[in-house]
């Protein structure tokens, strides 16, 4: 069992800047192709971003390239996504995610992962 803890949400302006991360409790990391998902209230959860095992590969929804990047940091267990000029409609809850070399379907959706963390807001006003 992977538990994953996300944390840098928070109340950000229109034009602004968080970082999130997220930290996985699973020795075996560096195996695990990590993503970001959000939600947003009344809507369902969508891809943000991912980045895979070793290579960092990274992939984004069309919505966000050039706004955010994802990383990784395999020696600390942990994922991060730096979120730049911020959108009020990029308020969501955000949520990591960690996907298993056995795990079938697409990355670019929910049901591509294994395990989730518990979220994290973040709000940006407008």
């Known amino acids: 069992q992977v538990q994953l803890v996300e944390s840098g949400g928070g109340l950000v302006q229109a034009g602004g800047s968080l970082r999130l991360s997220c930290e996985a409790s699973e020795r075996a990391f560096s195996t695990y192709l990590m993503g970001w998902f959000r939600q947003a209230p009344g809507k369902e959860r969508e891809f943000v971003a991912a980045?895979?095992?070793?290579?960092?590969?990274?992939y984004y929804a069309d919505s966000v390239p050039g706004r955010f990047t994802i990383s990784r940091d395999n020696a600390k267990n942990t994922v991060s996504l730096q979120m730049n000029s911020l959108k009020p409609e990029d308020t969501a809850i955000y949520y990591c995610?960690?996907?298993?070399?056995?795990?079938?379907?697409?990355?670019?959706?929910?049901?591509?992962?294994?395990?989730w963390g518990q979220g994290t807001q973040v709000t940006v006003s407008s």
């Open positions: 995610a960690a996907r298993s070399r056995s795990r079938y379907g697409s990355f670019y959706s929910r049901d591509g992962y294994d395990y």
């Open positions: 980045i895979n095992r070793s290579l960092g590969n990274t």
